[in-house]
């Protein structure tokens, strides 16, 4: 079992979402069963991942700064809800709710960079975040289907469309996503 303190994690989740970021998730958690049925990864840990992927997504800068602190997060995630949230969410699991699948805490960890040697599981929570039925922009609907034949491909396309958009806010990528784009870059060249 991934987790014994399942109905106290679904309290949490619920009090600390907001309704719209509640809904992600279990769309996120859909997606991702789904991606694994097909790829042949671990369902109930892809659902889980995905379901609780995002539960610290919610906190205020306050809260967050007191959880990296308390986790001992390097100090580059004070102030920086965009990459301390999966970290945190991780630490929660871990700590607070006894989870201790290192597959499921690697993938909640990286869901919002990636990195590079990312597992399969990592990659269908990364690629579910972007793709999940509540998602809308558009093009989303070729994604879906492009990550049910493609995942690699998939992965590669949200990486490029992550990159630029931050290019254009003229925000340095972290190393990480740029290290996850290049190795599945790799991968991909490696199967032609
Ligand atoms: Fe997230
Ligand atoms: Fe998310």
Redo the contacts with the bound molecule.
């Keep these: 079992m991934i987790c014994t303190k399942k109905s106290e994690l679904d309290e949490f989740m619920k009090q600390h979402l907001k309704p719209s970021r509640y809904t992600h998730s279990l769309g996120v958690e859909k997606m991702a069963s789904k991606l694994a049925a097909i790829y042949g990864a671990d369902i109930e840990k892809a659902a889980f991942a995905g379901r609780y992927?995002?539960i610290a997504?919610c906190f205020t800068n306050e809260e967050m700064n007191s959880y990296v602190r308390k986790y001992g997060l390097p100090d580059m995630y004070i102030d920086n809800n965009p990459l301390a949230?999966?970290k945190v969410a991780a630490c929660i699991l871990q700590d607070e709710f006894g989870v201790d699948d290192e597959e499921v805490l690697d993938a909640v960890r990286s869901?919002?960079t990636g990195r590079r040697g990312m597992s399969l599981l990592e990659e269908i929570v990364y690629v579910s975040?972007a793709i999940e039925e509540n998602r809308s922009y558009p093009g989303l609907e070729e994604l879906q289907a492009q990550a049910a034949e493609d995942l690699d491909g998939a992965c590669l396309f949200i990486m490029d469309y992550t990159l630029e958009r931050l290019e254009m806010k003229g925000r340095t990528p972290d190393a990480d996503t740029v290290e996850a784009r290049q190795f599945i870059i790799d991968r991909i060249n490696s199967k032609e």
Aim: charged fraction near 40%.
């Design positions: 992927h995002d997504k949230h999966s869901h919002t975040d």
